[in-house]
């Protein structure tokens, strides 16, 4: 299997929330297990926000990872605090150079074999819910595409956890949610054919002018388009707001002054 194909299934399986026998624990040890294969890692551990934002190790794919997540847990001292912290990437690329920064993680990752550390942070819609531990065995830096890996593969699962319902999806529960779907699907037509009729746009136009008014709003283009069947929004003041959109961007930009 190529490692694109290895790619695409990680995706796939932190993702299927509805298969019979998954449930969060499933999800973050699969998140851990790919990103050991994926990616130049050894080992990797996740941790998660609290209410009370405090911190929990959900994952880890070794005992020395674990061991290294309940000290940062227990001290508030290590790459994952930091970036959960920060909500930033951290990189120690060679921990010798970090002992001032984390006097007590340094010697104890070491002592268990690990010579490297990154932590990237774990999101929902922006927020960061967590962070997620990569080790090396030797002092060398992961390179940007298996950070970004790691952090794609992160955010996905995060997404996943905050969909996942206790009770086992049905058939019948499939199929009022792929109904929905097409229901939505057709509400946004409907939308566009207004919006078409009304401005003398093309379709692409309406389309765009329907996720330009979105966007302003900050909300979902199905809720727009809802209002506009229900006739509680008028369908000019989207055009206007593409009109505004447009004429910004024609609008020519003033020279430097020289």
Known sequence: ????????????SLTDTFAPGVDPLVLVDRLVDHCVRLTGADAAGIMMVTARAGLRTMAVSDERADLLEIFQLQ????????????GRPV????????????????PLARAAGFRSA???????????IGALNLLGAAPRALCDDDLRLAGALADVTAVALMQWEAEPVRPQDVLTLVQAVISAKATL?????MLAADGLL?????????????????RRPSEIAQELVHRTL??????????AVVTSQEEPRTPDAT
């Open 75 to 86: 001290t508030g001292e290590g790459p994952c605090v930091d970036c959960l912290r920060d």
């Open 234 to 243: 008028d369908p000019a003041a989207v055009i206007t707001s593409r009109a």
């Open 1 to 12: 299997m190529s490692r694109q194909q290895q790619i695409s299934e990680a995706f796939v």
């Open 91 to 106: 990189d120690a690329a060679d921990l010798a150079e970090h002992g001032d920064r984390w006097p007590g993680f340094v």
């Open 189 to 193: 037509e409907t939308a566009k054919g």
């Open 118 to 128: 990154h932590a990237v942070p774990v999101r929902v819609n922006s927020q960061v």
């Open 202 to 218: 093309t379709p692409a136009e309406a389309a765009a002018a329907l996720r330009a008014y979105s966007s302003r709003q900050g």
